[in-house]
Each structure stands twice: as structure tokens, then as C-alpha cells.
């Protein structure tokens, strides 16, 4: 089952579309960092999971760890009120109870995970470090959590010690079993926290050795083994998941692989379609631990889908001399007495260009604000666009891909746009040349520049602008000012560069209103 990888954008868009309709919460954001191991932040809404390709296993083994990682993680948003550091005893075995009761709480509703926790079960086994390499009293921590997990034990452990653990599991599973009767939540399982320690006899800040899941070299298993270590776990869990799993049908993961297909599907047609960026000297922006909630401004938005909401339904009454049907108040205050309905549809095809020379650093996020808006509502009426950015790089200009006409407008997209830093001047004429294999082949109505800066090379901007024209283009400005009169001065000066069309503003808000009035309705 190896096939084509999904990258790490793909697999952001998929994880936190996934996440939040396991966790019903549409706040969530997903970041992939190697720098430590998965987790939820409860208060910053924010889910941080190990890269894909540290996971061991095929590509499709990669994938199903990978889901199953978000649905341990959804669930913990959904029912857990604290999630405390696993560096202690007393918040390893906290988090390591409660992720018992989520699995239970959240196995109610997604009766399909069953296959799937076992086969993550299996390799969380399989990673867990043998017992005689923990040291001191983390060793008996460690023996409770294979046992209170798995059901079984990676080596031996004194006997004496072993009662303890036997003792403290079934005390375990009576408080997940209680709270869950009992519809108990996190703090009342934190009050019996304690009950364990003690059993334990260990101290509750013992400190507790890193154990990263699935992250260990030379692991992968031969089908045969894992098929062996799968009838282990299935067996031990058949208990607490109160039915019998066929072994065989876990490896298999059919009901996972045709999602997974899909997914693959999907990639490949977004990866083939249209020309290469790499290859004309367009880059895709990074979309590393970038939060762009940070640029996302609710109340605008809403706003503006709201003005034009009309445009989204494609009809607008309007009143004729002649019509559909007769309006008495309108043929009283002596207006056009008639009114109909007429279909409204937005054909115009607009490539949207983001001037991020170092002028605009200092307002920067509101920028970026306005034009997230501006893309929100494009979407949200169903209009074809693309939106580049330029910017400085190691003292080289770069022209960034932030979407691509054939994409749609989402959280990836406004990551994109989240990453760029605004820096360098404003060549201009060098990023036309850039984009003019892609436009040239794409053909759309109208490329619109938003700048707030006079071009490097002026000459070199216009006979831009004459070749775009040829390509039956229109080419539009909006000059972005601190002021009104700087604003319209930059349009003014705009204009002599060869735009058919060039607008001011010097309110930043104001930008989604000025783009969306040049649309052919």
C-alpha cells in the first residue's frame, strides 16, 4: 500500500477539517511541529501532532496513526476540562486515565474507530520502552501504564511491585467506569489521582522520562508480526471494548483505506493541474506553526457577506416600468411601479497580486485582515481568483503562490497568506514578468495590483501592462495610502503606468468594498 505521500498542507487542510467535526468545536486550528510530541492547549484551541513521516509503517500505516492521533486529541477537547504537562507522575496518570474515559465517551459516537484504536494500540505497544531500560520508581509508573493500557507488560518487574500495579490498574478502570456512570468529568477523576499515587507508593512530581509514540528507528514490522501483536492486544482489549476484533480485518483497514484513496486522489489532481510554480520561478509559502487566526477579522467578514448577500442567492428584485408584479407604494410615492426578480452571476475571473514590500510592515496585520476578507467573500460568492504576493528574500525578490484559481479559499490559503513578511521594495515589473506564463495561460479578466508604493523601474511596469493587454486583460490598481490625499496621489500616479482603471483607499477595510465593485455582475 505505499503510495504518493501527502504533504504537509494537505495534511493540515484534512486534519483540522477532521478535528473540528470529531470535536465539534469550528475554533480548532492544527499545527504539525517536530519539535515535540502531540498535544492539546485547551485554552488556545490548538492541536499540536508529530510530522507524518516520523510515524513508522507504510504510507497508508503513517496516515491511519496519524487520524487516529486526531481523534485521541478531538475527543480530549471534547470531554476534558484540564490537560496537565506529562513531565510528573501525577499529570502522567491523570492524562493517561483520562484518555481511557474519552476513548470510551467517544467510541458512543464513532462506533466505526473500534479496528482503528486497536491498530494504534498495537504500535503504542510496540514503542514503549522495555522496563528494565526505565530507571528508579519511573519504572513502576511506566509497568501501570503498559498494564492499564495493553494489558500486558514490555519485560519483568518485581512482584512485589507488580501486586501494586495490578491494584492500582483495577482502581483505575473502576474510576473510568464510574465517572463515565456517574457522568463525571475531569476534576472528579483528579481527586482520585491521589488514591492511585499511593497504591503505587511513588511520589506525585516523580519525574517521568519522554516516551515519544511511534518515533523509533528500526521498528517496522513484517505483516506476520504485527498480525502476531495485534491477536495480543485484540484479546487483552476485548473487555474494555466489550466486542471481539478480527486481527486480520484490522491490518486490512478498508473502510480507512478508501478515505485514504481519496485523499490520494485528490492530491495528485491538485499537484497535475495547471503549470508548475517551481519551474517559472514561483514559490508556495511555508505553512509551519503559522496561526491565522491571528489575520481573521469576524466581524468583517460578516459584515460583508452580509452587504452582499444578494449576490450570493443570484437574485435581485428590482423595480421596472414593466414587470412581474405590481408594487402599489412604489406607483403611490410615484416610483417605477413593477418589480421582478433578475438573475445576478459573477463571471469576471480576477488574479488578485499583494504588494508586501517593507512599507507595508507596519501595518502589516491590518493588511493582511483586509485581504483575508477580501478572499472570505470572493469565496463566499463563488468567484474565480487567485491571489499572489511579492516580497523580499535574501535580498532577491519572490513572488509567492498563496492560491491558485483551481483551489479553494481555506485555512491552508490564509496560513499562506499568515506567512509572508513584508519586506524589500516594490519591483514590480520583474513580478509581472514572473506571473506572465500563468496568466497567459490562464486568461483571466482582470489582474489587480494592491500597492501603496511607486514601482522600481516605471518603464519596464508599462510595457508590462502593454503585454498583459494583449492578452485581453484589464489591468487595475488600488493605491493604498495613511491618508486620503497620499492615496489618491499613489492612484494618480498609477494611472500613467498603463492601468485601465486605478482606486484609492486609506482605510485598510476598505479594501474588500473597492475590489468586489470592478466585478461584472
Given at each position: 500500500m505505499q503510495a504518493i505521500q501527502l504533504?504537509?498542507?494537505?495534511?493540515?487542510?484534512?486534519?483540522?477539517?477532521?478535528?473540528?467535526?470529531?470535536?465539534?468545536?469550528?475554533?480548532?486550528?492544527?499545527?504539525?511541529?517536530?519539535?515535540?510530541?502531540?498535544?492539546?492547549?485547551?485554552?488556545?484551541?490548538?492541536?499540536?501532532?508529530?510530522?507524518?513521516?516520523?510515524?513508522?509503517?507504510?504510507?497508508?500505516?503513517?496516515?491511519?496513526?496519524?487520524?487516529?492521533?486526531?481523534?485521541?486529541?478531538?475527543?480530549?477537547?471534547?470531554?476534558?476540562?484540564?490537560?496537565?504537562?506529562?513531565?510528573?507522575?501525577?499529570?502522567?496518570?491523570?492524562?493517561?486515565?483520562?484518555?481511557?474515559?474519552?476513548?470510551?465517551?467517544?467510541?458512543?459516537?464513532?462506533?466505526?474507530?473500534?479496528?482503528?484504536?486497536?491498530?494504534?494500540?498495537?504500535?503504542?505497544?510496540?514503542?514503549?520502552?522495555?522496563?528494565?531500560?526505565?530507571?528508579?520508581?519511573?519504572?513502576?509508573?511506566?509497568?501501570?501504564?503498559?498494564?492499564?493500557?495493553?494489558?500486558?507488560?514490555?519485560?519483568?518487574?518485581?512482584?512485589?511491585?507488580?501486586?501494586?500495579?495490578?491494584?492500582?490498574?483495577?482502581?483505575?478502570?473502576?474510576?473510568?467506569?464510574?465517572?463515565?456512570?456517574?457522568?463525571?468529568?475531569?476534576?472528579?477523576?483528579?481527586?482520585?489521582?491521589?488514591?492511585?499515587?499511593?497504591?503505587?507508593?511513588?511520589?506525585?512530581?516523580?519525574?517521568?522520562?519522554?516516551?515519544?509514540?511511534?518515533?523509533?528507528?528500526?521498528?517496522?514490522?513484517?505483516?506476520?508480526?504485527?498480525?502476531?501483536?495485534?491477536?495480543?492486544?485484540?484479546?487483552?482489549?476485548?473487555?474494555?471494548?466489550?466486542?471481539?476484533?478480527?486481527?486480520?480485518?484490522?491490518?486490512?483497514?478498508?473502510?480507512?483505506?478508501?478515505?485514504?484513496?481519496?485523499?490520494?486522489?485528490?492530491?495528485?489532481?491538485?499537484?497535475?493541474?495547471?503549470?508548475?510554480?517551481?519551474?517559472i520561478g514561483i514559490q508556495i509559502p511555508s505553512t509551519r506553526n503559522v496561526d491565522e487566526t491571528t489575520i481573521y477579522d469576524t466581524s468583517l467578514i460578516n459584515g460583508l457577506k452580509t452587504k452582499f448577500k444578494e449576490w450570493k442567492t443570484g437574485w435581485k428584485e428590482q423595480h421596472l416600468s414593466s414587470g412581474d408584479e405590481f408594487d402599489e407604494e412604489n406607483y403611490i410615492e410615484g416610483n417605477e411601479p413593477f418589480f421582478t426578480d433578475i438573475k445576478k452571476s459573477i463571471k469576471t475571473k480576477i488574479v488578485i497580486l499583494l504588494d508586501h514590500s517593507s512599507s507595508i510592515a507596519s501595518d502589516a496585520i491590518e493588511y493582511k485582515k483586509a485581504t483575508l476578507a477580501l478572499c472570505e467573500v470572493l469565496s463566499f460568492l463563488k468567484v474565480k481568483f487567485a491571489v499572489y504576493a511579492f516580497s523580499t528574500e535574501n535580498r532577491s525578490m519572490v513572488c509567492w503562490l498563496i492560491k491558485s484559481e483551481n483551489v479553494k479559499w481555506n485555512t491552508i490559503t490564509a496560513k499562506r497568506l499568515t506567512q509572508i513578511v513584508a519586506n524589500g521594495s516594490t519591483p514590480l515589473a520583474e513580478v509581472y514578468d514572473k506571473m506572465f506564463p500563468i496568466l497567459q495561460s490562464k486568461r483571466p479578466d482582470i489582474l489587480l495590483t494592491l500597492t501603496d508604493g511607486e514601482p522600481s523601474d516605471p518603464d519596464a511596469v508599462r510595457n508590462m501592462s502593454k503585454s498583459f493587454k494583449n492578452l485581453e486583460i484589464s489591468m487595475v490598481a488600488l493605491g493604498l495610502g495613511p491618508n486620503t490625499v497620499r492615496a489618491t496621489t499613489i492612484a494618480n500616479n498609477l494611472r500613467h503606468l498603463g492601468y485601465e482603471k486605478t482606486m484609492a483607499v486609506s482605510r485598510l477595510k476598505d479594501i474588500p468594498n473597492k475590489v468586489i465593485s470592478i466585478l461584472d455582475v
Open positions: 504533504q504537509n498542507d494537505s495534511l493540515v487542510e484534512i486534519a483540522t477539517f477532521l478535528v473540528r467535526r470529531w470535536s465539534e468545536n469550528e475554533n480548532i486550528i492544527v499545527e504539525i511541529s517536530d519539535k515535540s510530541e502531540t498535544k492539546t492547549r485547551l485554552k488556545e484551541n490548538k492541536i499540536i501532532i508529530t510530522p507524518i513521516e516520523k510515524i513508522i509503517g507504510n504510507d497508508f500505516q503513517k496516515y491511519r496513526h496519524f487520524r487516529t492521533s486526531l481523534w485521541y486529541e478531538s475527543m480530549r477537547i471534547k470531554y476534558c476540562k484540564k490537560i496537565l504537562s506529562n513531565d510528573h507522575a501525577f499529570g502522567f496518570i491523570l492524562n493517561t486515565i483520562e484518555t481511557q474515559r474519552i476513548e470510551k465517551l467517544g467510541r458512543k459516537i464513532w462506533k466505526g474507530m473500534d479496528e482503528e484504536i486497536i491498530f494504534n494500540y498495537t504500535y503504542m505497544l510496540i514503542a514503549r520502552p522495555q522496563l528494565h531500560t526505565v530507571y528508579g520508581k519511573a519504572r513502576i509508573v511506566e509497568a501501570f501504564y503498559q498494564y492499564f493500557m495493553f494489558g500486558a507488560l514490555k519485560g519483568e518487574i518485581q512482584s512485589s511491585n507488580f501486586e501494586k500495579i495490578q491494584k492500582a490498574s483495577i482502581f483505575a478502570k473502576s474510576i473510568v467506569d464510574q465517572a463515565i456512570e456517574k457522568k463525571q468529568d475531569t476534576d472528579w477523576i483528579e481527586k482520585n489521582v491521589g488514591e492511585i499515587i499511593k497504591i503505587l507508593d511513588i511520589d506525585s512530581l516523580l519525574t517521568i522520562p519522554i516516551s515519544l509514540p511511534f518515533m523509533k528507528a528500526g521498528m517496522a514490522l513484517s505483516e506476520e508480526e504485527l498480525l502476531k501483536m495485534l491477536g495480543v492486544i485484540s484479546k487483552n482489549k476485548e473487555g474494555d471494548l466489550g466486542t471481539t476484533i478480527d486481527p486480520k480485518s484490522v491490518i486490512r483497514g478498508e473502510d480507512v483505506y478508501d478515505e485514504y484513496k481519496v485523499l490520494l486522489n485528490e492530491n495528485e489532481k491538485t499537484e497535475n493541474k495547471g503549470l508548475a510554480t517551481e519551474t
